[in-house]
Each structure stands twice: as C-alpha cells, then as structure tokens.
C-alpha cells in the first residue's frame, strides 16, 4: 500500500463512518415505528458479533459462552432494573458479565480447540438449568418481569453500545494487546517464550469481550418485558455471533459488522414472510456461504476489488 | 562466573527417564554444546530451563537463582531466550512484527514502543533479513525462518540464548553462515547453549561440550577430549 492512497483514503473512510453514524443518531427522526426496532436487533447483534471476535477472531479460541455473558445481562436488568437508575443496571450487567467471563476464563482458558468450545458452550447450559432451579425452588417464580423503557430509549442505548464496542474493538487491534492475541493465535507456545503472559492476556481479553455483550443483553430485556431461563439463556445466540463473524469474515472489524447486519436483516426478514421455512432458508444461506466463500464476504469484497483495480495491490 | 546451573535435573515420562540426574552448568560468555543421539533427552533439557515442561525433581538456577516454577515468559524476561528445533514463528505475522513480539513483551524491562521498533529492525537486519523485513514468514525459507527465530529471541535481551538445533535441514553453505551468525552472538556478550547434530559446527564454535545418552550425562569437555572419549565413541558408533 503506498503512502498517497492512505492519505486519500483515511479521511474518506472517516468522512463515511460519522455518516453513517449520523444517520444512525437521527434515525428515530424519520423513520418510526418498526425501523428502529429492527435497528435495535441489528445492533445488538453487531456487537455480539464485534466482541465474539475481539477475543476469538486473532486467538482462534471458538467461545461459545455469548449466550452466558447475553443472559447475566438481562438478569441484572431483571433483578436490579426497579431500584437502580437506568445507566447505572447497565453498568452493572457489563461488569457482572465481565466477572463471569474472568472467572469462566481462568478456568478454561487452558483448554484448547474443540474442548474450549464445548466447555464453553456448556456454560450456557449450566447457568441455564442452576437459575432455572434456584428460580423455581428457592425464589418460587419461573420468570420475572422486567422494567419497560420506550423503543427510543432502547434504540440510543444499543447504540451508544455499539459505538463503544466499536472503539474498544479498534483499540485493541491497534494496540499492544492486539499483537499479543495475534501471536497467541499464531503459535501460543512461542508467545509464551516470547514473554507474552498469554494466559493474563487471554484471561483479561476475554473478560473485555464480554462487558458489552452483557451490558446489551441489559437493555435488550426491558423490550422483552418477561423473562425466564429460557429466553435469557437461549443457546442460538451463542452460535449467532459465530455464523455472523464467518459470513462476514474474521480478519477486518468491518467484516463482522457487515456479517451481523446482513443476517440479522435476512433472520428478521425470513421469520417475518417465511415463519416456517426461515430456518430451512437460513441453514441454506449458510452453507452456501461456508462452501463458496471461505474467507466471508470481506474476502469476496476483496477478491472483486483486486480484479477492478487490476491485480495485485499490496497485501497487508 | 556460572549464567546456568543445573542439579540432579530428572525428567520422567510415564516410566522412561527422558532426563536422569543430569548436573551442568554454563559459563558466562562461553559457547556450551550438547550433543547426542536420538531421544537422549536434549530438547527436554531446554524445555525444562525454559519451562516448557514442569521440573519435579532436580534444581535449574540461573544467575545463582532457582528458576525452576517459573512460567515460560517469566523465565524469559530473566534473560533466557530459546529457539526450537521445529521453527515456532508466527507464520502469517510480518518478519520485522514476529521481531518486534520480542522487543515488546520479553525484554527485562519495558521499552518504549519507539525503542522497541527501532531495536527489532536493527535485529532483522543483523541477521540479514531486511529485504523480507515486510513479508509473511510463512513465505520464507527454512534457514530466514531460522534467522527470525534467532532475531526473535535476541529481541528479548537476553544473557542466555538457547539454540536447539539451528543447523538441521541446512545445506553446507547454510551451516557455514550460520556458524558464523552463532559466533558473531556471541561477540556480543550472549552466552550460548546449543543442541547440535551438525559435528563439523559444534567441534568447531564450542568451548565445551556435554554429551547426552538416555537421558544420562555420559561426557563433558572441550571438543577434543569428546572427540576422543571412548564411550562418547561406542554410543555414537557402537562397538
């Protein structure tokens, strides 16, 4: 990459992101009723996505514990939602989850491949089926209800969520950190004798990427009005962010970004006109994906601008 | 004065004594080789310095300290950096950042990232690499491989570089430049401890030399007293 396209490109890609922020902050001013809604939906899976591969994207490490951290929020927002201002449970739900996930990483951290995921998404069940039994015996309830906020209030909060997912995301790509969870994912033994404290920076990276998970699925309870293990605990969201991160593609930030808003929208589209078939359609589209384009859409994107531009550009 | 000592170092797998009461040590700005057939424990000696596998039993001090239950990137920000025998990179990583980790994260005390990036490209070009400073290491040869590895680990500042058999899978040219490369570390103040199979270069850059046999510590001496010794002979020979 030579130095006069990244002088010309820089303030084209930051003129483009506070466009399109801007159209995100005005949104609730022309367009109503469902768009932000769905917008809401969107958003709460792009940074589902963004912090699913904060940790997993550089280290390799498949988390399947999304889920966990996603429902921690909502009981947060479930018990402390009455007493407590707003921001404040939501603060509270991103450093609950950001605890879980220090713990749960200090444990199984040390796992490797395969057994990290299965470890991980056991997690979810776990937590699902202790709650379900403390709710039933212990506090005599199966779910609980949770404190309404408008859909506008819903909106901005997830949306301000997204931005500092976002920032954080950068940042650590951008940093130190970033390079060591490169070389983690590169090869983990020789990190280690590179003197990288590979389990503090996985064990503190992946505590990170679970704040903002657990602080939207805080905000995303008071939509949903009634919650229960089930709702809470719901083991497709741990394979969302995963599907999204792939379809997207994990090298680049705005890859997961895409991924999640493109199949977040085809979900909302598919359950709403195909109620019986969106799974069939969905499961489809995957495969495909998977099949054909192996590096996600990121890397089609990529394929066809080398094309346009006429060959080879400089990689990294 | 000694950098690295080793007591009664033992090292069992299930029953089999990979490492069996082995006593060593390393002076200070001396070239120490270790020699020895297949499977005569000589990369489990370095994985049990640089902690890659736990010591039980046995006392590894460096710089008159224990520093066996140590974590591998503590051990190497004492000042013990290592290469392996099967080249550990970080293939899809940048010669000059698989460089820079080093200047980064294993240094003894924390430089600044401007130190540290200045610090790895003087590294790349020590061992001959500028010209690739930018590409994927995945994409060089075995021997560049090699040198990263060695850049990578004089990143850390260390006092101790452990080489595990630099020379393999070199043509002649290769070992005669890498040779070159080891004595040149050393002119730098760097003690050196390195597992060879390559005869001509270990007789020729070491100052003494420990011979390794199931696990024992069967000889150690100057290149000519290994050289000459009867059982150093058989077990490389036979009878």
């Known amino acids: 990459m030579n130095i006069a396209s990244v002088i010309s490109k820089k303030p084209f890609l930051l003129g483009l992101v506070g466009l399109i922020l801007l159209l995100l902050a005005t949104l609730p001013f022309y367009a109503t009723g469902y768009t932000p809604i769905l917008m809401t939906t969107i958003l709460m899976y792009i940074i589902m996505t963004v912090s699913w591969v904060i940790f997993s994207g550089p280290t390799g490490y498949i988390s399947l514990a999304s889920a966990a951290f996603f429902g921690v929020g909502i009981y947060t927002m479930a018990i402390l939602g009455k007493a407590l201002p707003l921001p404040v449970v939501i603060a509270i739900a991103g450093a609950a989850s950001f605890l879980v996930a220090l713990l749960v990483g200090a444990l199984t951290l040390r796992l490797k491949g395969i057994y990290f995921a299965i470890f991980t998404f056991g997690l979810v069940v776990l937590i699902k089926e202790v709650l379900l039994y403390w709710e039933i015996n212990i506090t005599g309830t199966r779910g609980r209800f949770v404190v309404l906020e408008s859909n506008e209030t819903v909106y901005y909060v997830m949306l301000i969520l997204f931005v500092l997912t976002m920032l954080v995301a950068y940042f650590i790509q951008h940093s130190k950190l970033g390079l060591a969870l490169r070389s983690i994912g590169e090869n983990e033994e020789a990190a280690a004798h590179t003197g990288v404290n590979v389990t503090m920076v996985k064990v503190i990276t992946y505590a990170i990427s679970a704040i903002f998970v657990g602080a939207s699925g805080a905000i995303m309870a008071t939509r949903w009005t009634y919650i229960d293990p089930y709702v809470a605990f719901n083991p497709i969201l741990s394979f969302m962010p995963v599907l999204m991160a792939i379809f997207g593609g994990v090298g680049t930030l705005y890859g997961p970004v895409i991924g999640a808003s493109m199949l977040a929208y085809l979900q909302e589209v598919l359950t709403t006109r195909f109620p019986y078939y969106y799974m069939l359609i969905f499961g489809a589209v995957l495969i495909a994906v998977i099949l054909y384009l192996p590096n996600g859409l990121v890397g089609l994107v990529q394929r066809g601008w080398k094309r346009v531009s006429g060959g080879q550009i400089a990689s990294t | ?239």
Request: charged share 20%; glycine share 10%; hydrophobic share 45%.
């Open chain 2, 1 to 239: 004065m000694r950098v690295l000592e080793g007591e009664k170092v033992t090292k069992y797998f299930g029953g089999l004594a990979a490492v069996s009461n082995v006593d060593f040590h390393v002076d200070k700005g001396e070239i120490f080789g270790l020699i020895g057939p297949n499977g005569a424990g000589k990369t489990t000696l370095f994985n049990l310095i640089s902690a890659a596998l736990p010591l039980k039993s046995g006392v590894i001090k460096f710089r008159g300290e224990r520093i066996s239950g140590l974590k591998p990137h503590q051990i190497c920000r004492l000042g013990v950096a290592r290469t392996f025998q099967a080249v550990k990179i970080f293939p899809n990583m940048p010669v000059i950042q698989n460089v820079l980790l080093g200047s980064m994260f294993g240094t003894p005390t924390a430089m600044s990232s401007a130190d540290a990036t200045r610090q790895a490209t003087e590294l790349v070009e020590f061992v001959g690499l500028s010209a690739v400073s930018a590409t994927s290491v995945k994409d060089l040869t075995l021997l560049n491989q090699k040198r990263v590895e060695v850049a990578r680990a004089l990143a850390t500042k260390p006092e101790l570089l452990l080489l595990d058999e630099l020379m393999a899978g070199l043509n002649p040219t290769e070992v005669a430049q890498s040779m070159e490369l080891v004595t040149t570390i050393q002119g730098r103040g760097i003690t050196i401890f390195m597992i060879e199979h390559v005869m001509k270069a270990i007789m020729n850059v070491c100052g003494r030399i420990m011979v390794l046999h199931h696990g024992e510590k069967i000889a150690d001496g100057t290149p000519q007293e290994i050289a000459t010794s009867k059982k150093v002979i058989e077990v490389y020979l036979g009878e």
